[in-house]
């Protein structure tokens, strides 16, 4: 549920100036992530089912084991589970769920019941698929649609989730930002939770090269950076209870992948390697152009 990254050969979109219209940013994403390229080069790079990036011990204790990316990225989940006190009591909307392996996680340690959202039709018949192989289906539902407009089954539901849950997938509509926080806000209940992990820039000027090398690639139109971020979340009525920057787990994150994909010899779709891509990506997040960040935040 992505900030996902867009890990193979896809259709690029021009990015000037101007923000890029929301409605083809949705298509481009959403035809992105349907693609079989994209599925092949996640399942290599990022592991089976997973699209998002990882917590990696190993960054704040130089004695912790070194995870694999598949193994951080589970580790990340735990974290917001446990951060977001999340249990068998809890309805969750996940938002973004792509291949539901998150949702299914949840439903899997906790017993909660899960919701799931997300713009491909073929991450939704995935996720269906995999909770059904796992003996989660009664405890999962999943529905194709947008988290800046909820689809008319969740809004349904709306006021009665105790937790709304993101990992990396709002980045690609940063532009509509101030709408999903009011989507999420709707959603919960009184004393719900929004459990938050997403991809920020930064909130000082964007070098060209970030905008080339990760904004174009990634189709981002905008990109909040984590001070801008937070400050959305606040006025849209929550009250922040835990933040937590977890940027240098995404740059290691970046550096993993580029590792994997120069042995697979991956490439972008304008010819470059993969590899390449990725290496830029962690030198800008080292430099602070991108980050990673963690939220858990009440809706009083």
């Known amino acids: 549920n992505e900030c996902r990254e867009l890990a193979c050969a896809r259709v690029q979109i021009k990015m000037g100036e101007r923000a890029t219209p929301k409605g083809e940013i949705?298509?481009?994403?959403?035809?992105?992530?349907?693609?079989?390229?994209?599925?092949?080069?996640?399942?290599?790079?990022?592991?089976?089912?997973?699209?998002?990036?990882?917590?990696?011990?190993?960054?704040?204790?130089?004695?912790?084991?070194?995870?694999?990316?598949?193994?951080?990225?589970?580790?990340?989940?735990?974290?917001?589970?446990?951060?977001?006190?999340?249990?068998?009591?809890?309805?969750?909307?996940?938002?973004?769920?792509?291949?539901?392996?998150?949702?299914?996680?949840?439903?899997?340690?906790?017993?909660?019941?899960?919701?799931?959202?997300?713009?491909?039709?073929?991450?939704?018949?995935?996720?269906?698929?995999?909770?059904?192989?796992?003996?989660?289906?009664?405890?999962?539902?999943?529905?194709?649609?947008?988290?800046?407009?909820?689809?008319?089954?969740?809004?349904?539901?709306?006021?009665?989730?105790?937790?709304?849950?993101?990992?990396?997938a709002w980045c690609h509509a940063h532009d509509q930002l101030k709408t999903i926080m009011k989507e999420a806000y709707r959603a919960l209940k009184k004393g719900g939770r929004l459990t938050v992990n997403d991809f920020t820039g930064t909130d000082e000027k964007v070098a060209e090269k970030t905008k080339e090398h990760v904004w174009k690639r990634l189709h981002f139109s905008t990109l909040a950076g984590q001070k801008s971020w937070k400050k959305i979340v606040e006025e849209a009525g929550f009250t922040i209870v835990k933040y937590e920057d977890w940027s240098n787990h995404l740059s290691h994150g970046y550096e993993k992948l580029a590792a994997t994909a120069k042995v697979h010899e991956f490439k972008s779709a304008d010819g470059a390697l993969l590899s390449e891509n990725y290496a830029v990506s962690a030198a800008c997040a080292v430099e602070g152009q991108i980050g990673m960040n963690f939220c858990v935040a009440v809706k009083e």
């Open 26 to 168: 949705m298509k481009d994403v959403d035809g992105y992530y349907s693609s079989d390229k994209t599925d092949l080069a996640y399942k290599t790079c990022w592991g089976e089912g997973n699209i998002h990036f990882g917590y990696f011990p190993s960054v704040l204790d130089s004695s912790a084991p070194e995870l694999s990316f598949e193994k951080a990225a589970e580790m990340l989940t735990e974290r917001m589970i446990k951060q977001g006190e999340i249990d068998s009591n809890s309805k969750v909307l996940d938002l973004g769920c792509g291949y539901g392996k998150p949702a299914c996680d949840i439903a899997l340690r906790t017993k909660a019941e899960v919701w799931g959202v997300d713009l491909s039709a073929v991450h939704i018949k995935k996720a269906n698929e995999r909770a059904k192989k796992l003996g989660v289906d009664d405890k999962t539902t999943f529905i194709e649609g947008s988290f800046t407009s909820l689809p008319k089954d969740v809004e349904k539901q709306c006021g009665t989730f105790t937790h709304v849950w993101s990992q990396v």
